[in-house]
């Protein structure tokens, strides 16, 4: 329950194009996905109404390779990166792998109540942080919408705050929206550089099908750079170590963007169960636990800090024999808490949750 992919098979007609294009049998290099890029175009004109160019999309192996690509590509040694902990960890490494300075801005937490008045976590950007986080020498704002660890989908209001901070401070925005897909209830994702065409001329926005088909390992990803002399920094960043995207990446994420719209419709419908499964099942039986309520992806952020445990993450793993993640590793505010992936089927779900229950209580006791 560690590892941010799912225990579900991909849509059948991604496998069928794949089975079609290992049946021709010549595995050399590819060409340009041009039909991919024009899927590409469609599907952001078609869901959010943002329209860009198809030469606007730039290919890549990954979305941490393209955290790191990003980072080499905007500012110079020893500029500023603002991050938003708790996050992803490689928003932290990516900086430090191309000698930038991370900048946290940790994000506020407060207690919300849900519809039937439960308590949960809520996490918001502190602009008063942001505000405090920058030095003359930040050049880059790095975002995480859908947010990783506290499944937060941040509102157009929130994003337009965002904007015109980083419009304030001349900030080029990394927006990694690899979980926009993954909607929960009636959340609804806008992409920050969809808001205005000021954003979009400063942004840099990575998606890919991965997370969402269920295909990281066939690795197609994207960054979509309208503003040309950014897109050229990317492709400067990249030149000679990233390699192309390897031939059935493409295949997949075609048919994915094109064929599997029923497909995500239902796999959202059933991450809204296992959230909820997730949240009733702790609220009930580890009341003790403060957790989130997220709005977007396949991930609960739960606070162990309370039951006194040195490393909660691995008392878990030896004593439930559930594997979680490790909240230490996204930065300020994430140790003792752990990460908890709902993306299988229920009743795998419902197994690993009574193993932490039952391990648990032995603490609770
Ligand atoms: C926010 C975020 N960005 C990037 C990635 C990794 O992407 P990739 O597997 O394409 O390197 C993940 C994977 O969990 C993620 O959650």
């Not at 860009?52 to 999309?57: F, R, T």
């Not at 808490?337 to 648990?360: E, T």
């Amino acid at each position: 329950m560690w590892v941010a992919d799912m225990d579900f098979a991909s849509p059948a007609p991604i496998a069928e194009a794949l089975r079609r294009r290992i049946g021709h049998e010549i595995f050399g290099y590819g060409k340009d996905p041009v039909e991919l890029r024009q899927a590409v175009v469609e599907r952001l004109a078609r869901l959010y109404g943002w329209q860009i160019e198809p030469a606007h999309i730039v290919f890549l192996p990954g979305l941490v390779c393209g955290l790191n690509v990003v980072a080499r590509a905007v500012g110079a040694p020893g500029s500023g990166v603002l991050v938003n902990p708790p996050v992803y960890p490689p928003f932290l490494s990516a900086s430090t792998n191309q000698q930038r300075v991370v900048q946290a801005a940790p994000l506020a937490t407060c207690t919300q109540h849900d519809a039937q008045g439960r308590p949960y976590l809520h996490y918001e950007l502190d602009f008063d942080a942001m505000d405090a986080g920058i030095t003359p020498e930040t050049r880059l704002f790095m975002l995480c919408n859908p947010h990783n660890p506290v499944g937060r989908a941040y509102t157009p209001q929130e994003l337009s705050q965002i904007g015109e901070f980083c419009l304030r401070h001349n900030l080029v925005i990394s927006s990694d929206e690899i979980h926009c897909d993954l909607l929960l209830g009636e959340t609804k994702h806008s992409p920050i550089a969809a808001l205005a065409p000021e954003l979009a001329d400063r942004t840099i926005t990575l998606m890919a099908p991965s997370k969402t088909y269920n295909i990281p390992g066939l690795g197609c990803s994207m960054a979509i750079v309208p503003n040309a002399q950014l897109r050229a920094q990317i492709n400067q960043a990249a030149a000679g170590i990233v390699p192309h995207v390897n031939i059935l990446g493409p295949v997949a994420a075609h048919a994915a963007y094109t064929e599997c719209e029923d497909w995500l419709e239902e796999l959202c419908d059933y991450l809204t169960g296992n959230r909820d499964l997730v949240f009733g099942f702790v609220q009930r039986y580890l009341p003790q636990v403060p957790l989130t309520r997220p709005e977007a992806t396949y991930l609960a952020w739960l606070d162990l800090r309370g039951l006194g445990l040195d490393n909660p993450q691995q008392y878990v793993l030896k004593e439930a024999k559930v594997a979680l993640g490790d909240g230490a590793a996204f930065g300020e505010g994430g140790e003792g808490f752990v990460r908890l992936n709902f993306g299988m089927p229920r009743a795998l779900l419902q197994q690993g949750l009574n193993q932490i229950a039952a391990a648990l209580d032995q603490v609770l006791a």
